[in-house]
C-alpha cells in the first residue's frame, strides 16, 4: 500500500497506534514503524506520546481519544465549555487508571483517575468525536478534586454558568453517595441556582468546610451543614 493511500484512512481515526498501521497496510511491525517515522519526518502524522500518533489539530479530539475510556473535565472542560476565561495550557483527562503525564506541542497532557467514571457526552466535528463531561458531572468532578479547578471562585463560576438538570444531578449525586460532595454541591446549587434538593437526601451530622482551598469560615448553615 502507497504511503499517501495509508495516510488517507489514518485519517479516519482521531489516534492512531502502529498496530493499525500493521492493520491498515497488511504489514509487519517494523514496515509499520518505518512507514510513521516517514509521514512523521514529513509532518504529515505527529507523535502523541509511545504508540499514540494523529493526524489531526483539534487538541479535544486528540485528548479525548488518547486513552480509552477517558473524557475532559475540570478546569479545562470549564475552559473549552466557555465558562471560565482563563487560558488553559493544560488539558486536563478524567480516565480509570494512573497514566504519567505528556507533553504535546503546547499543552500538558494529565491524566486524573476517577473512581465515579460516568456522567459523559460526545460531541460530533469534522475531525473527530470529542468526549467532555456533562455539565453536572463537571461541577461534581470540581467538588471531588477541587485543586483540578484552580480554585473556589472557578468552582462557583461553574455553578453560575453551567445548565443542568435537577433529576440528572440528583442521580449523580447519589450513585456517588459522598457526604461531602453532596452538601458542597447541595448548598452551592441553593444559593446560586435557587435548587433545593435536600429532602432528596439524609445528611449525617458532620459539617464540611464549603471552600475546600480554606480552613477559615465564618458562619454555619445548618440545613446543609456547611461552615462558610
Given at each position: ?29 517494523s ?7 516517514r509521514?512523521?519526518?514529513r ?21 479525548s ?26 488539558m ?5 487508571r ?20 460516568f456522567g ?34 472557578e468552582i ?6 453551567t445548565?443542568?438538570?435537577e433529576?440528572k444531578?440528583m442521580?449523580y449525586?447519589?450513585?456517588i ?7 458542597r454541591?447541595?448548598f ?15 445528611l449525617?451530622?458532620n459539617?464540611?468546610?464549603?471552600n ?11 440545613k ?5
Open positions: 500500500m502507497k504511503a499517501m493511500e495509508l495516510l488517507e484512512k489514518l485519517k479516519t481515526k482521531p489516534v492512531f497506534k502502529v498496530q493499525d498501521v500493521e492493520r491498515i497496510a497488511y504489514s509487519d511491525r514496515y509499520a514503524r518505518l512507514t510513521l517515522n509521514l512523521k519526518k509532518g504529515l502524522v505527529k507523535k502523541i506520546r509511545k504508540n499514540a500518533y494523529t493526524t489531526k489539530d483539534n487538541i479535544l479530539v486528540i485528548t481519544n488518547i486513552i480509552y475510556p477517558s473524557y475532559i473535565s475540570f478546569w479545562s472542560a470549564s475552559y473549552f465549555l466557555g465558562y471560565t476565561e482563563q487560558i488553559v495550557n493544560t486536563q483527562i478524567a480516565t480509570t494512573r497514566i504519567k503525564p505528556i507533553k504535546f506541542e503546547k499543552y500538558e497532557i494529565r491524566f486524573i483517575p476517577l473512581r465515579h467514571f459523559y457526552k460526545k460531541i460530533r466535528t469534522n475531525e473527530g468525536e470529542i468526549f467532555i463531561a456533562e455539565d453536572e458531572k463537571l461541577l461534581i468532578d470540581a467538588l471531588l478534586k477541587p485543586k483540578e479547578c484552580g480554585n473556589f471562585d462557583e463560576k461553574m455553578f453560575e454558568d445548565k443542568i438538570s433529576k444531578i442521580e449525586l447519589k450513585k453517595n459522598k457526604q461531602v460532595v453532596i452538601k454541591v447541595g452551592l446549587l441553593e444559593k446560586i441556582k435557587a435548587i433545593d434538593i435536600s429532602d432528596r437526601f439524609k449525617d451530622r459539617y464540611v468546610i464549603l475546600p482551598f480554606s480552613k477559615q469560615w465564618q458562619t454555619i448553615n445548618n446543609w451543614r456547611v461552615k462558610i
